[in-house]
């Protein structure tokens, strides 16, 4: 099997680690195959859109979520590291609320699969950072809803010892908080 497959806290955001071949030259790996990711998690999914960001250290993104056209994310690091983060946004879950974070980098070419009901963030915690991400959806502006990065009710653990202040998009630093949120049933 291509990929170690781990669930977190939440059942349905999944740690992939693919399998690296590597050598005194360099090495190499399947980041994505359709077949094998279906193997080793059991969805079927297909991504329409591919996404590239560069971060600063200390940025960050989200939390982030499309309420129509929701969006199912495949994540990874290509270069530095974050720590990763999707929140349980749909009120009928039992884990409604909940967090799972995990530290994704360029070297231990972990990625993260984020389904569609879940906030999406990162925090930059090296000097730059660049994160790729595949989508099931295509992005929708008009749609797109941010939860505040700090509401103490989600309570997520960032490790902002590693960089300070967090530095915030306008749309990131207007958010509101979960239970101000229109969030999905």
């Known amino acids: 099997m291509p990929y170690t497959v781990t669930p977190t806290s939440l059942p349905?955001?999944?740690i992939l680690e693919p399998k690296v071949f590597g050598d005194?030259?360099?090495f190499?790996?399947?980041s994505y195959n359709r077949r094998d990711f279906q193997a080793a998690t059991g969805l079927d999914v297909e991504f329409v859109q591919d996404n590239h960001s560069r971060s600063a250290r200390?940025?960050?993104r989200g939390i982030h979520y499309q309420l129509v056209q929701p969006q199912g994310k495949l994540v990874r690091?290509?270069?530095g590291s974050v720590w990763d983060v999707a929140v349980d946004l749909r009120k009928s879950s039992q884990r409604f609320g909940q967090w799972a974070g995990v530290e994704l980098s360029a070297d231990n070419k972990r990625q993260l699969w984020v389904p569609p009901g879940f906030g999406h963030a990162f925090l930059t915690l090296s000097e730059h950072a660049e994160f790729l991400y595949k989508t099931t959806n295509y992005?929708?502006?008009e749609h797109e809803r941010s939860v505040v990065w700090n509401d103490p009710t989600l309570a997520i653990a960032w490790p902002l010892a590693a960089v300070g202040q967090p530095q915030l998009a306008a749309k990131d630093a207007a958010?509101?908080?979960l239970h101000s949120a229109v969030v999905y049933d």
Do not use: D, K
Request: net charge negative; proline share 5%; with cysteine.
């Open 58 to 60: 200390g940025v960050l």
């Open 139 to 141: 992005w929708c502006p």
């Open 12 to 14: 349905e955001v999944l």
């Open 24 to 26: 005194a030259r360099g």
């Open 28 to 30: 190499f790996f399947e």
């Open 175 to 177: 958010a509101v908080g």
């Open 77 to 79: 690091v290509t270069a």
